[in-house]
Structures are given as structure tokens and as C-alpha cells.
């Protein structure tokens, strides 16, 4: 004899079991099992099943050796180490393929860098700071206001020193000039080539 | 024009501009020193200074009253001295990594080259009854 409510309910059972029903679904299987033995049974053997062939999986599972899983897993994915010079070329010519302005801007720049602190660093190692290329210090000119009762005395040391002494000369009427140049002089402080300086000067 | 690009634009005009100023410049180490033929200390600093005027005066006291380090370019830098006056320096030209620095202090006006490791000095008029001196020297 049929019983339409199992009729109903029967492809509801399978999806039961596995979780697969809406709340409501769920909630109606559950009042039809309380009323209807035959379908709890099967319910109850389909939990059966599901424990068995559960058991069944972890048996066989247990039986495989998964401890080299993981590497040959990456020893299929992972391609072969190529040499340095290998990757160091893959790697510049990527970067030129794919960055080739900030790549020609960075060796631009570099150049340049290279190209500034040579001479820089060849400047500063062993060499006279700007301006002091010369072995000794030489007045060039000298000269004093034409109003000046004074005259300047020059002399330079022997250790490449130079001093302008400012002496009184009260019969002078102009000022110095030139070192070396013009025709009074007398005005002009001599330059002595040592440290001892012209007494007649002082 | 990339971030890169630009700093390294930037990079190169700030260098090259630095250059530009090397050529342009010198320093000069300025000290302004009181001597006396009277009884008193020397700066052991200024020792080389008092051997160095000793064939004209022996100076028996020296110290100093200022000292300045001085970038000198064309425009003249003021060096002031205790007894009102004051000296301008500035560079006349710069050839053949010789510099030529033209040095004002009334009533005297003189041009100079500088050389390696060694000294210029000016009288600078008299001052507590002694004598002031412009001491001209490379930066240590």
C-alpha cells in the first residue's frame, strides 16, 4: 500500500542526511521521519552508509606515504635553477624590456655621478685647496691713499711668506703704486727676496 | 618624465652647480691679531707669526682678536678690527688654480696670490698701544 506522504518525502531523505534541505525542508523531513518509521529507518541507513564509507576513505588514506607529497608537488611546478649569469641576463634584459625609461634614467644618472666625483675626489686627495696653487704668497700691488702720510713697505720670506708693513713717511705727497711699475721709486716699498727686510724702510 | 628622471636631473644641476661655485670662490681663513713690543703672552697659534715679523720688530705679545673663515668671491667680505677700521677682501680672479685676492684696509690697497699653507699679513694701524695685523691664511 502507497503512503503518499513517503511518496513525498522520499527524495527529500538522501539531501537530509547530507545538509543539502532549507530550514523549513529540514524542519518538515523531521516531523514526517517522527511519523513515518519506514523513512527514519532509511534515514538511519543512510547515516550508516555515510559512516562507513567515511571509515573506508581514512583507511586507504592512511595507507599512502604523503610525506614526500609536498615535494614532488613543487618538483613538478618549480622549473629547474638556471645558472647566475643565466638569470642575470633574464633578469636585465626583463628590466629593459619592461622598465626601459627609469632604467636608461638610473645609468644616466650614474654616468654622470661617476663623471662629477672623479675630478672631485682627485681635487680634494693630495692637492691645495681651490685658489692655492702656488708655492709662495707674492704681492702684486699695493698701493696707499693719495692723501696717506704713510707708505707700504713689502716683503716677502724666504718660506713664502709676505708681509705689508705701513710705515710713516711724512714727505710723501701721493700714493704707492704698482709693486715694481712707475717711475718714483722711491714711493715703492722694496721687496726683498729674504726675511730681512731694508732698514731704511723703518 | 619619471620621478627618477627628475631627481636625476636634479642631481646633476645641484653638482654642477657646486662646481661652478668652486670655481667662483675661495675660502680664506681670516684672523685679526693685536701685537705689542710690550711684555706678554703669544698665542703659541701665532708663534710661526712672531718669527715671521721678528726681522723687523720683535713682537713680544700676540693675540688674537677674531678669526673668521671667509668664502671670497668677487664681492668684497668685511673683516672688522677692534680700532674702528675695517678690511674687505675680495677675489680679483682665479686662474690656473691660483687665486688673486685684492685686500682694502686704509690707507692700504694690495693684491695677492694665494699659495699652500702660507700667510698674508697687513698692518692694520695701531690699536691699545700696539700694533693690529690682518692675517690672511688657508683654512686648517
Do not use: C
Not at chain 1, 692637492?127 to 707708505?151: I, L, N
Not at chain 2, 715679523?53 to 668677487?74: C, H, I
Not at chain 2, 688654480?97 to 699679513?121: C, E, I, M
Amino acid at each position: 500500500m502507497k503512503n503518499p506522504a513517503r511518496e513525498k518525502f522520499l527524495p527529500m531523505l538522501s539531501p537530509y542526511v547530507d545538509g543539502e534541505l532549507t530550514p523549513e525542508e529540514r524542519q518538515q523531513v523531521d516531523q514526517h521521519l517522527q511519523n513515518n518509521k519506514e523513512s527514519a529507518a532509511q534515514v538511519a541507513d543512510f547515516r550508516a552508509g555515510d559512516g562507513l564509507m567515511r571509515n573506508a576513505l581514512d583507511l586507504q588514506a592512511d595507507d599512502v606515504d604523503w610525506k614526500k607529497f609536498t615535494e614532488d608537488v613543487m618538483a613538478r611546478v618549480t622549473p629547474e635553477k638556471l645558472p647566475l649569469f643565466e638569470r642575470l641576463k633574464l633578469t636585465l634584459s626583463e628590466m629593459f624590456l619592461y622598465q626601459r625609461g627609469p632604467m636608461v634614467a638610473g645609468l644616466v644618472g650614474a654616468a654622470a655621478a661617476v663623471a662629477i666625483a672623479i675630478p672631485l675626489t682627485m681635487s680634494l686627495v693630495g692637492q691645495a685647496p681651490v685658489g692655492y696653487g702656488a708655492g709662495r704668497v707674492e704681492v702684486q700691488t699695493v698701493s696707499v691713499d693719495t692723501e696717506a702720510t704713510v707708505k707700504p713697505v713689502v716683503f716677502e720670506t724666504e718660506s713664502g711668506d709676505a708681509v705689508i708693513w705701513v710705515v710713516d713717511a711724512p714727505e710723501k705727497k701721493d700714493g704707492g703704486r704698482k709693486k715694481g711699475g712707475g717711475s718714483d721709486e722711491e714711493d715703492i716699498a722694496p721687496v726683498p727676496p729674504t726675511d730681512e727686510p731694508k732698514q731704511q724702510d723703518l | 618624465m619619471t620621478t627618477l628622471l627628475r631627481r636625476t636631473v636634479l642631481f646633476a644641476v645641484t653638482a654642477l652647480a657646486s662646481v661652478a661655485f668652486a670655481d667662483g670662490a675661495v675660502a680664506v681663513q681670516a684672523d685679526v691679531v693685536f701685537a705689542s713690543t710690550a711684555k706678554g703672552t703669544v698665542d703659541p697659534s701665532l708663534e710661526k707669526m712672531q718669527q715671521t715679523l721678528g726681522a723687523k720688530v720683535k713682537y713680544l705679545t700676540l693675540e688674537k682678536r677674531s678669526s673668521q673663515k671667509l668664502t671670497v668671491d668677487a664681492t668684497p667680505v668685511t673683516v672688522a678690527l677692534p680700532n674702528g677700521k675695517s678690511a674687505s677682501v675680495s677675489l680679483e680672479h682665479l686662474k690656473g688654480g691660483v687665486a688673486t685676492l685684492r685686500v682694502k684696509l686704509p690707507p692700504a690697497d694690495a693684491t695677492y696670490s694665494l699659495a699652500k699653507d702660507k700667510a698674508f699679513y697687513l698692518q692694520g694701524g695701531a690699536h691699545e698701544g700696539g700694533d693690529l695685523w690682518l692675517v690672511l691664511s688657508q683654512p686648517k
